[in-house]
């Protein structure tokens, strides 16, 4: 078949037709090759059908029968009950709906009717009743249509707009995959493919689609199938290679300062360190100092989960910059967490003989201007500080080095603003949740990302729990067993006036009623951001040194502070939160050598989304399946803004998810443009069509190849 057919209308495939082409169109499905690329989000497992003598209360289970009565009965006075028994050769069941439309039930499920039936059964209310099955999932199977799509296989379960039913796009799907994947051809070099283990396309589409039974579920779930590998990596490959030539054309940027890494300084400041750094801090500082050593600006994201241990990669990049004789800036999402970096960081500084310098918004202005004069003059070293380090009035001597902590919080905006003081200082970005607006940076800004993937030893698991506002008391009756065994609390809320939402709870209301009510043996304090500089640190220090038993904080405790022996935390009103936002605050404890607790507390009503965020935080501690989790709650909306941009937008990957296949594709697009900088050799033409056909007019690729 010709190459050209995939750019055919969807239209013209049998079952499809005009009217459906318009639903199709909806969904962004116009063309073959349109459908070969939109994969099913996920897969149900049905190859495993089942006779009903097998079938056992409650476990999840498909099987196959025929109808052999149907019809409702009444249930009390006034309801009724739609009743199918499904008989095969080994025994029958009953399946019954509650709520149901009495002509549809009727025509779907005639005597006689063939079906494929999926779903839990219980046993029914009378002890010779047999099982019965509620709502089940059921597929009618219509004579010579009872093919291997919908049973005895693993089946695609794709997302479809309104007016399109699941199994109509499955059974057009498959003609799709049939008559089309096999045409497809493949595009990469054959060393690439082994390199990296790569499907051979046609088949990937295939299987992508309708996967081998022996395909783990668990693999197809998570889209790590060679073939669903495949074809993300297909994808960031062809955008990643596009933006690699097109910023070849816009010059590569060397505006940098080449760092000379490994100084003394450097080595000073590791000897003073009292553990040795995880294999996954190593690695990460090596790709760095590379950056580092490079005139060409660092541009990095570091991901790392809370506790992983980022601070001290910030710590080497900045002492990396004083080595050489130039600056460093740390940049915080807020007050607090400047400062606990300041304090963190200054027994280290002091130590080495570094200057460093907090400045924050907060300084009294004599204390500001001498602390910027001195920035100006190059004589301070390191500057720790929140957005006050954006604003026009620092001027730095010679930055050289910018780490910004946690960027959740900051708009990719700032961050281009902090990039540009002075000549192109080397950026580090630090998150531990990252956001697909970082990760889109990530992808088309050519970002490199790094990833911190182990703990330092001995980190405790910590226990998440929900509890709704009837069972507060539980939660509080835990807090005092972990205070009476000498630990210490966090309690979090999200306000801290009365005025913006009245009816929740206020810092201050509960404090009152931790220290009146609840725990009057026990000091309690209350810190937010509205306190003043000094105040702030004392009751840090304070809670640090455990003179402090009770926390009760706003969200200026999200970030960066360190207590080991703070234990448990209780997050009043949860269902307010933001998924990323609580995860950093669980962040909080789970820091020293106890078993720690972070327990929620939830308000009803809570909308089904803020159920989605609270069950996601109880069931996962991983920040990055917590921003998956995240992107699927509010879906993705068009992220990286790249359908206005003209860059191409992802179909099959997802910057969450998919993250280390970008660094992955990224490399060997190096690798490729180092082999053969203009596409030129003949085992590469395919490759340089399939690019040109991705970009369309996106770019003027033509002029550079
Ligand atoms: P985050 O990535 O959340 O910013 P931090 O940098 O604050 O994490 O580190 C959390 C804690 O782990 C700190 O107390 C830090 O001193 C400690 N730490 C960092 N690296 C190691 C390591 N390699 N071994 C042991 N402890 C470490
Ligand atoms: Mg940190």
Not at 333 to 356: D, K, M, R, S, W
Not at 643 to 660: E, H, I, K, T, Y
Request: charged share 25%.
């Amino acid at each position: 078949m010709k190459k050209s057919s995939l750019k055919d209308s969807i239209q013209f495939v049998k079952g499809v037709g005009p009217k459906r082409f318009q639903l199709f169109r909806k969904m962004n499905l116009e063309t073959i090759e349109d459908c070969l690329y939109f994969l099913p989000h996920r897969y149900e497992d049905r190859s495993r059908v089942v006779n009903i003598s097998e079938l056992t209360p409650d476990e999840v289970s498909t099987f196959q029968g025929e109808i052999i009565h149907s019809g409702a009965t009444p249930l009390g006075r006034r309801r009724k009950i739609y009743e199918v028994l499904i008989e095969d050769p080994t025994g029958t069941v009953q399946a019954k709906w509650y709520k149901f439309n009495s002509k549809y039930m009727e025509q779907k499920y005639a005597v006689g009717q063939k079906v494929v039936v999926s779903g839990k059964p219980t046993h029914g209310r009378s002890a010779f009743a047999g099982l019965e099955i509620i709502h089940p999932v059921v597929d009618t199977l219509s004579g010579e249509d009872s093919d291997s799509l919908e049973t005895g296989r693993v089946v695609p379960i794709y997302s479809i707009t309104e007016g399109l039913h699941l199994k109509t796009l499955r059974k057009i799907m498959k003609q799709v995959v049939d008559n089309f994947a096999p045409a497809t051809e493949e595009f990469f070099p054959e060393d690439l493919r082994r390199r990296n283990d790569l499907m051979d396309r046609s088949k990937a589409f295939a299987q992508a689609h309708f996967p081998d039974p022996d395909v783990s579920g668990a693999d197809l779930d998570a889209f790590k199938t060679p073939a669903q590998r495949r074809l993300i990596f297909e994808e960031l490959f062809l955008i990643l290679l596009g933006l690699a030539f097109k910023k070849r054309l816009a010059g590569e940027s060397s505006d940098g300062v080449p760092l000379k890494t490994r100084g003394e300084t450097i080595r000073k400041f590791v000897r003073l360190l009292s553990f040795d750094l995880t294999g996954a801090q190593k690695r990460v500082l090596t790709s760095i100092m590379s950056d580092l050593e490079s005139a060409r600006p660092m541009n990095r994201l570091l991901h790392g989960d809370v506790g992983s241990g980022k601070t001290l990669i910030a710590m080497v990049a900045l002492l990396t910059a004083v080595d050489n004789g130039f600056q460093g800036a740390l940049m915080a999402p807020t007050e607090l967490l400047a400062e606990q970096h300041y304090l963190n960081l200054h027994p280290f500084c002091q130590e080495i003989g570094v200057n460093l310098a907090l400045a924050t918004g907060t300084l009294r202005p004599k204390d500001r201007k001498i602390i910027l004069e001195n920035v100006e003059a190059g004589e301070i070293q390191i500057v720790v500080g929140t957005h006050a380090l954006f604003q026009k009035d620092v001027r730095f001597k010679n930055l050289a080095v910018a780490v910004i902590d946690e960027q959740h919080r900051f708009g990719v905006r700032q961050r281009e603003t902090f990039g540009k003081k002075g000549p192109s200082p080397h950026v580090l970005v630090m998150t531990a949740t990252p956001i697909p607006r970082s990760l889109a940076m990530v992808l088309y800004g050519n970002m490199d990302v790094s990833v911190l993937d182990e703990m330092p030893p001995g980190r405790k698991e910590i226990v998440t729990k929900l509890f709704f506002q009837n069972r507060r008391d539980q939660a509080y009756q835990f807090l005092r067993g972990e205070l009476e065994a000498g630990r210490q609390a966090y309690v979090v809320a999200p306000l801290i006036e009365e005025s913006a939402l009245v009816d929740l709870k206020t810092v201050q209301e509960i404090h009152q009623q931790l220290q009146h009510d609840l725990f009057p043996e026990r000091r309690v304090e209350i810190i937010h951001g509205k306190l003043k500089k000094e105040d702030r640190q004392e009751l840090m220090a304070n809670f640090k040194a455990g003179k402090i038993d009770i926390l009760v904080a706003t969200t200026v405790i999200e970030v960066g502070v360190d207590v080991p022996n703070a234990t448990i935390m209780i997050v009043e009103h949860a269902e307010r939160f933001g998924l990323a936002q609580l995860h950093q605050l669980r962040g909080r404890v789970g820091r020293g050598g106890h078993a720690s607790h972070c327990l929620l507390v939830a308000y009803p009503p809570v909308t089904e989304e803020g159920k989605a965020r609270l069950e996601t935080m109880v069931k996962s501690s991983d920040g990055f399946v917590i921003a998956e989790k995240d992107l699927e709650i509010r879906g993705p909306g068009d992220v990286m803004g790249a359908r206005q941009s003209g860059l191409p937008s992802l179909r099959v990957a997802n910057l969450v998810r998919d993250v280390r296949e970008i660094e992955t594709a990224r490399n060997e697009v190096q690798t490729l443009i180092e082999q053969d900088p203009k596409l030129e050799k003949p085992e590469h033409q395919k490759l340089k069509q399939a690019l040109f056909d991705v970009w369309g007019d996106g770019m003027d690729l033509t002029n550079i190849l």
